[in-house]
């Protein structure tokens, strides 16, 4: 199936919602003049053969971009993003009503990609964040409660590198693990290691491990396994035989 609706959209995230049908989001973009180059959130819903059922879009002036989305015990979804390079959470029901938003706008210069719900209803988001106003960028988690307020914010890196939270889960003992990016000092902008850091509840580093090969190693999402490990998903260059393209790359970790 093709959906478009005469505007520019883009596809960031889908998952099965509790009826059996699918959810997508991501971003829709005015084509044409008086544009402006304004954009919203996206949220295309269907059934399970993939029938349009609804879709709406959310946002206001400004850019703004949903790259994740939850589907809640509720029936409704939560979806987080970037709102004119801030973080952005959106809660709607299960007929596409906006039922609350915020923006972290205290935030530097930052966006959430991606989120999940820990056993207390509470968030779990992860992103980029320019907390030092170079051109180096940090990971963050923030934790959020079940209206989007901010409970702690936490931010990882060093002035030497640059890093950014792709993807997040909620770790078998209450913590948290995201898999990020993180570009070496002195490399070009295509080398990228995978960054993976595991915390307690409370945000707390327990341990940090880079993986690679010396070109470009990007983890794009993370997932528990049945085995108390993870298991992460992304693209490399790094042990490319024949061509100059990317390969999909699959890595499993422990815990």
Same mark, same amino acid.
């Given at each position: 199936?093709?959906?478009?609706?005469?505007?520019?959209?883009?596809?960031?995230?889908?998952?099965?919602?509790?009826d059996g049908?699918?959810?997508?989001?991501?971003?829709?973009?005015?084509l044409?003049s008086?544009?402006?180059?304004?954009?919203?959130?996206?949220?295309?819903?269907?059934d399970?053969?993939g029938l349009?059922?609804w879709? &709406?879009?959310?946002?206001?002036d400004?850019?703004q971009?949903?790259f994740?989305?939850?589907?809640?015990a509720?029936?409704?979804?939560?979806?987080?993003?970037?709102?004119?390079?801030k973080p952005?959470?959106?809660?709607?029901d299960?007929?596409?009503?906006e039922?609350?938003?915020?923006?972290?706008? &205290?935030m530097a210069?930052?966006?959430?990609?991606?989120?999940?719900?820990?056993?207390?209803g509470n968030?779990?988001i992860?992103?980029w964040v320019?907390?030092?106003?170079?051109?180096?960028?940090?990971?963050?988690?923030?934790?959020?409660d079940?209206?989007?307020n901010i409970m702690?914010?936490?931010?990882?890196?060093?002035?030497?590198?640059s890093?950014?939270?792709?993807?997040?889960?909620?770790?078998?003992?209450?913590?948290?693990?995201?898999?990020?990016?993180?570009?070496?000092a002195?490399?070009?902008?295509?080398?990228?290691?995978?960054?993976?850091?595991k915390?307690?509840?409370d945000?707390?580093?327990?341990?940090? &491990?880079?993986?690679?090969?010396?070109?470009k190693?990007?983890?794009?999402?993370?997932?528990?396994?049945?085995?108390?490990?993870?298991?992460l998903?992304?693209?490399?260059r790094?042990?490319?035989?024949?061509?100059?393209?990317?390969?999909?790359?699959?890595?499993k970790?422990n815990s």
């Open positions: 199936y093709i959906y478009e609706d005469g505007f520019q959209e883009r596809c960031a995230k889908i998952i099965q919602s509790l049908g699918y959810v997508i989001c991501g971003q829709q973009r005015s044409g008086g544009s402006g180059g304004f954009s919203d959130v996206l949220f295309i819903k269907t399970s053969n349009l059922e879709t &709406q879009t959310y946002g206001g400004g850019y971009f949903g994740d989305v939850l589907s809640l509720d029936g409704g979804y939560l979806v987080v993003g970037e709102n004119d390079n952005y959470l959106l809660k709607i299960s007929v596409g009503t039922l609350w938003s915020t923006t972290y706008s &205290q210069s930052s966006s959430a990609n991606s989120v999940k719900q820990t056993v207390f968030y779990i992860t992103g320019n907390s030092n106003g170079s051109n180096e960028t940090d990971i963050f988690i923030i934790k959020a079940s209206l989007g702690w914010v936490q931010n990882y890196g060093d002035n030497t590198t890093e950014g939270g792709l993807g997040i889960e909620v770790s078998n003992d209450g913590g948290y693990v995201v898999c990020a990016n993180k570009k070496p002195g490399e070009g902008d295509s080398t990228y290691d995978i960054f993976v850091v915390t307690d509840i945000g707390n580093v327990l341990w940090e &491990q880079t993986y690679g090969n010396g070109d190693d990007i983890a794009r999402e993370i997932k528990k396994t049945n085995d108390g490990g993870y298991i998903v992304g693209d490399t790094s042990f490319i035989q024949t061509d100059n393209d990317d390969d999909i790359y699959l890595l970790i």
